[in-house]
């Protein structure tokens, strides 16, 4: 069993302040957890920095798929979500993943809201991506619909362009977040021709009427070769997602109480059962794994970690480290 949990912690100072109630003596308790960082020490599964264009969980599953690590902001999950959506693109060519989504203005900078906020409907979603083809077109791009908040494109300028993921800008400038590579710059022009055009489409003002955001914009990322990944050998948990990039802390302890709750207790219950579990933690920095192999614990023991594990929840020879310093190191 290998559980691979994206969005465990965040240098937000939200979520900074949210581990405080993970520090011993604190009131949110997961024990599953706690027993499943004892016993063995940790060890990197990705080492990157804030910047990095790419989320660490991405370059794991990317890993664990078999695609090449390629440069920084290449990695082919455009093709991936279009699978995903039941679309075969062709193989070979380089596809980008395009967001439709609402770009906040502030007073003195933008803010990508989450696209999910914006309960874009299929039949908006299409409207929108009518009205915007022809512009791609007239420049040699290929578009297809995928989902009301993924499109796909190819064009020749997205050959080697690095793209920062959708989810390490929500919330974020997206200034910021657009790299000054050459090829960069067609895309910005799209952005800026795609913006004036829906700012005049019917549904800038109806969705407005009914208190929604307006499309206004679109994020680009995914941009890589399309490659057929090999199966995945383990299991993705979501839930800490929305509220970590939506800096609802209460609701992302929530989840992590849900969490270990359902499969760290299960995972927990395969470890008791002298199953190998392996538990790898995805932050903004760094992925790290928890690999507990049957071979861990000697067979004459397996009477005393069973008793352990009960009176403790923790794997005997080795103390949980805290929760805390734990989740802030990612």
């Known amino acids: 069993m290998h559980l691979i949990v994206p969005f465990a912690a965040s240098l937000s100072e939200p979520c900074q302040h949210a581990l405080t109630r993970l520090a011993p003596g604190g009131d949110t308790a997961l024990p599953h957890l706690s027993a499943l960082l004892a016993g063995v020490a940790a060890h990197d599964a990705v080492t990157d920095d804030e910047y990095a264009l790419h989320l660490p969980h991405e370059r794991?599953?990317?890993?664990?798929?078999?695609?090449?690590?390629?440069?920084?902001?290449?990695?082919?999950?455009?093709?991936?979500?279009?699978?995903?959506?039941?679309?075969?693109?062709?193989?070979?060519?380089?596809?980008?993943?395009?967001?439709?989504?609402?770009?906040?203005?502030?007073?003195?900078?933008?803010?990508?809201?989450?696209?999910?906020?914006?309960?874009?409907?299929?039949?908006?979603?299409?409207?929108?991506?009518?009205?915007?083809?022809?512009?791609?077109?007239?420049?040699?791009?290929?578009?297809?619909?995928?989902?009301?908040?993924?499109?796909?494109?190819?064009?020749?300028?997205?050959?080697?362009?690095?793209?920062?993921?959708?989810?390490?800008?929500?919330?974020?400038?997206?200034?910021?977040?657009l790299t000054d590579h050459p090829q960069a710059r067609v895309l910005r022009r799209l952005q800026a021709e795609a913006q004036m055009l829906w700012y005049q489409h019917p549904l800038h003002?109806?969705?407005?009427?009914?208190?929604?955001?307006?499309?206004?914009?679109?994020?680009?990322?995914?941009?890589?070769?399309?490659?057929?990944?090999?199966?995945?050998?383990?299991?993705?948990?979501?839930?800490?997602?929305a509220p970590l990039l939506a800096d609802d802390m209460p609701a992302w302890?929530?989840?992590?109480?849900?969490?270990?709750?359902?499969?760290?207790?299960?995972?927990?219950?395969?470890?008791?059962?002298?199953?190998?579990?392996?538990?790898?933690?995805?932050?903004?920095r760094h992925a790290r794994t928890w690999a507990h192999t049957a071979a861990a614990m000697p067979a004459h023991q397996s009477g005393l970690k069973g008793w352990w594990h009960k009176l403790t929840g923790a794997r005997p020879g080795r103390a949980a480290p805290a929760l805390n310093d734990t989740l802030g190191a990612l």
């Open 60 to 177: 794991v599953l990317a890993q664990a798929m078999g695609w090449p690590a390629g440069a920084d902001g290449t990695l082919p999950w455009a093709s991936w979500w279009a699978a995903q959506d039941g679309l075969a693109l062709p193989p070979g060519e380089t596809w980008a993943l395009l967001s439709p989504g609402h770009w906040l203005m502030g007073r003195d900078h933008l803010t990508l809201i989450d696209p999910a906020q914006l309960q874009l409907t299929e039949g908006e979603s299409r409207a929108l991506f009518d009205a915007v083809a022809p512009f791609f077109e007239s420049d040699g791009w290929t578009l297809r619909f995928g989902a009301p908040s993924r499109w796909y494109a190819t064009h020749p300028t997205l050959t080697g362009l690095p793209t920062a993921s959708l989810d390490r800008v929500i919330g974020r400038n997206p200034d910021v977040w």
């Open 205 to 241: 003002d109806e969705r407005q009427s009914r208190g929604l955001l307006p499309v206004n914009s679109f994020w680009v990322s995914g941009c890589g070769v399309v490659r057929e990944p090999a199966p995945l050998q383990a299991t993705v948990l979501t839930d800490l997602r």
């Open 253 to 284: 302890l929530d989840a992590w109480q849900a969490l270990d709750a359902g499969p760290l207790a299960e995972a927990h219950a395969a470890l008791d059962a002298g199953q190998p579990v392996t538990l790898t933690l995805c932050g903004e």
